[in-house]
């Protein structure tokens, strides 16, 4: 039987919107109304220090899946002006899984993991590509501007760019 899927959710902190754990109630466990996570799932599973990625990749004790979410410096959030770092943040994590050979009996994390980096909107900036918009009776819901997503893996066809649209249930 295959082993169960681990995971770990890197977030920048306990208390903020961003820390996605928090919102299920199952895994958080709360103490209370404004309270702390304290569920098993969550103690065993949440780290509030983005950069301890980098240490799991290199003590070959990345999980099944991963989720990281940068700090505020980290981020590429529009309007942040702290926010310088994202690039370099990203190929950080990618160069770890890509370069590291120890993990996985001498052969590394590369190839079988699949990186996917995605933003949470479109930042505000300019789209020469108007969104989608889809015939009644659908009411309110529409598309919005595009926000990329990147793949990254051995999986990947070199160069491919995909200009398909989906929404995020895709």
Not at 15 to 34: D, F, K, L, R, V
Not at 37 to 45: D, E, L, M, R, V
Not at 76 to 99: E, F, K, L, M, R
Request: aromatic content about 12%; overall charge negative.
């Amino acid at each position: 039987l295959p082993s169960p899927v681990t995971w770990r959710y890197y977030g920048a902190g306990a208390h903020t919107g961003w820390t996605a754990p928090n919102a299920i109630q199952h895994i958080c466990e709360s103490t209370g109304y404004a309270g702390q996570c304290i569920g098993p799932q969550w103690t065993a599973n949440v780290d509030l220090l983005p950069k301890d990625v980098l240490t799991d990749i290199a003590a070959c004790n990345l999980r099944s899946v991963s989720w990281v979410i940068p700090t505020n410096m980290n981020s590429d959030h529009a309007g942040s002006t702290a926010a310088t770092g994202g690039p370099s943040w990203v190929a950080s994590i990618v160069n770890a899984i890509g370069t590291g050979t120890t993990c996985d009996n001498n052969v590394g994390y590369w190839n079988d993991t699949a990186i996917f980096v995605v933003w949470d909107d479109w930042g505000g900036w300019y789209d020469h590509e108007p969104p989608t918009i889809l015939p009644l009776p659908i009411g309110d819901f529409q598309y919005g501007f595009r926000v990329p997503l990147l793949a990254v893996s051995a999986y990947t066809p070199q160069g491919h760019i995909d200009n398909n649209r989906y929404d995020f249930g895709s």
